[in-house]
């Protein structure tokens, strides 16, 4: 039974010292985390000294990196704001090696609206995806010269908008060292809500064996809306989810995103209480 449950670190804990956010992530119950270096860490450096300082404070208290965030948007108008955020996930999967099990840096695939990373009509477009393949081949292959991984997130408003593209991505990138994050909620829009619960086991069934990491939300539809809520605050089915991670998942790590240190113990519980009925 899959009971590897953590929390994005920035949700519970901004920027302090590796000491004092291992101290809150232990307290909160939390053996893995998704980090963000400039989220989560004040003043934090991209050197092996202090990926080494941060991976003793955390496994000290016996916590583990599920991921490195590094998102940023391939496919933003500005090349320079491209080549910042090329630069900074080249700096993640450069330290990735400091911490134990090797935890795979993830991003989203963006934009052509920018900011916000919503639905724009150039998401769609063969010409789309050929540019944010680009820039995840060349990525990989910097992950392939330091044994380092990626985990590339799909979601609906952005140009990986599918199970179908992120299948596709996935294959035509063809390494080893590429994997999957899978986020329900980002799949999800109005109109194919009322699928939740197959796109989720699509999503798992196809990417099998690709998932590293398996994001952990709620949502409603409300007057024509998506909203994101805490889990059991929304309509999603965690036994049905859970039993999809078990069958196609089983390793993937669960991680609460966007869930606030308020609902963070009662939504931990109702995984746990999903994960036991499988």
Known sequence: MNERIGV???????????????????????????LVFKKALKDPEFTPDYAKRVAKALSDRS???????????????????????????????????????????????GSFNDSPWIYHPRNRTEEGYQQTKAVFADLAAHAESLGADIAIESAYGHVICDVDRHVRLLEELHSDHVYATVDLFNLLCPENFEKRDEIFEDALRRLRGKV???????????DGKLIQANPGEGEFHYEAMMASVKAHAPDAILVFEGVKAPAISASKRLIINALSKN
């Open 8 to 34: 994005r670190a920035h949700d519970l804990f901004a920027s302090g010292t590796p000491e004092e956010l291992a101290k809150t992530i232990q307290e909160a119950g939390f053996s893995f985390i998704q």
């Open 212 to 222: 590293r990491i398996i994001h952990i939300k709620d949502g409603l539809v409300r």
């Open 63 to 109: 916590i583990s990196v599920a991921m490195l965030g590094a998102y940023f948007n391939p496919v933003h108008s500005d090349p320079s704001v491209v080549s910042s955020g090329i630069a900074l996930f080249k700096k993640n999967l450069e330290i990735a090696s400091a911490f134990p099990g090797n935890p795979p840096v993830g991003s989203e695939t």
